[in-house]
Nanobody, 124 residues
Framework: QVQLVESGGGLVQAGGSLRLSCAASGRTFSTAGMGWFRQAPGKEREFVATIRWSTGSTYYADSVKGRFTISRDNAKNTVDLQMNSLKAEDTAVYYC?????????????????WGQGTQVTVSS
């Protein structure tokens, strides 16, 4: 099992920044990559960004490209999401997830482990 715990959410004004962090523990060696998803009220959960543990290669949703940066610290088993130039439409619960397989994964169903989520609210 892999346990994921997110932190860093909160309330920020439009144009501001927040940094989310996800701490992974347990059988982390069984995972090849990590991702961030988000779910806004009344909407389905959507992909935000993903990163590979081994190479650090990244992939982003078009809606956040150029504003969000995903990074990892292999020694600490943490993955961060730096969010800049935040918009009201970025308001959502943000989830950290771990994927066992190699490759670039953007679907919820590809991810085996999930955190409990952290709320991000951007006021306009």
């Amino acid at each position: 099992q892999v346990q994921l715990v997110e932190s860093g959410g909160g309330l920020v004004q439009a144009g501001g920044s927040l940094r989310l962090s996800c701490a992974a523990s347990g059988r982390t060696f069984s995972t090849a990559g990590m991702g961030w998803f988000r779910q806004a009220p009344g909407k389905e959960r959507e992909f935000v960004a993903t990163i590979r543990w081994s190479t650090g290669s990244t992939y982003y949703a078009d809606s956040v490209k150029g504003r969000f940066t995903i990074s990892r610290d292999n020694a600490k088993n943490t993955v961060d999401l730096q969010m800049n130039s935040l918009k009201a439409e970025d308001t959502a619960v943000y989830y950290c997830a771990a994927v066992p397989g190699l490759g670039v994964f953007v679907r919820e169903s590809d991810y085996a482990y999930w955190g409990q989520g952290t709320q991000v609210t951007v006021s306009s």
